[in-house]
C-alpha cells in the first residue's frame, strides 16, 4: 500500500520560513511528477509547485522567488522550501505524486502565517 506523509507545517510570522517534506513509502517502482498543493479556508484547491522525475519545475506566480520545490529520488521524498511568508500563504497544504502511474495524495499540512 503506497501512502505519502507530510511533515513541517505549523505557525509562523509574516516573513518567516517553514519547510514541508512528504515521503512515499510502500510497494514502488517509479514516481513521475511530484508537487504541492493548498486549500485556502473557504477556497478551491490550487496548485502551488511540481517538479518532474529530471528536475524541472513550475510555480504559481503568487510564490515565485519565495518557495522553491525539490526532490529526492533515492528517499521519494519532495520538499517545498517557503521564505518570505505572508498571511495569505495560510492553508492546508498538500503533497501529490504520480506513483506507477496512479495519483496519491498526502494527507494535507496545516501552514498558518499570523500577520
Known amino acids: 500500500q503506497v501512502q505519502l506523509v507530510e511533515s513541517g507545517g505549523g505557525l509562523v510570522q509574516a516573513g518567516g520560513s517553514l519547510r514541508l517534506s512528504c515521503a512515499a513509502s510502500g510497494s514502488i517502482f517509479s514516481i513521475g511528477a511530484m508537487g504541492w498543493y493548498r486549500q485556502p479556508p473557504g477556497k478551491q484547491r490550487e496548485l502551488v509547485a511540481i517538479i518532474i522525475r529530471g528536475g524541472i519545475t513550475n510555480y504559481v506566480d503568487s510564490v515565485k522567488g519565495r518557495f522553491t520545490i525539490s526532490r529526492d529520488n533515492a528517499k521519494n521524498t519532495v520538499y517545498l522550501q517557503m521564505n518570505n511568508l505572508k498571511p495569505e500563504d495560510t492553508a492546508v497544504y498538500y503533497c501529490?505524486?504520480?506513483?506507477?502511474?496512479?495519483?496519491?495524495w498526502g494527507q494535507g499540512t496545516q501552514v498558518t502565517v499570523s500577520s
Open positions: 501529490n505524486a504520480a506513483i506507477d502511474r496512479r495519483d496519491y
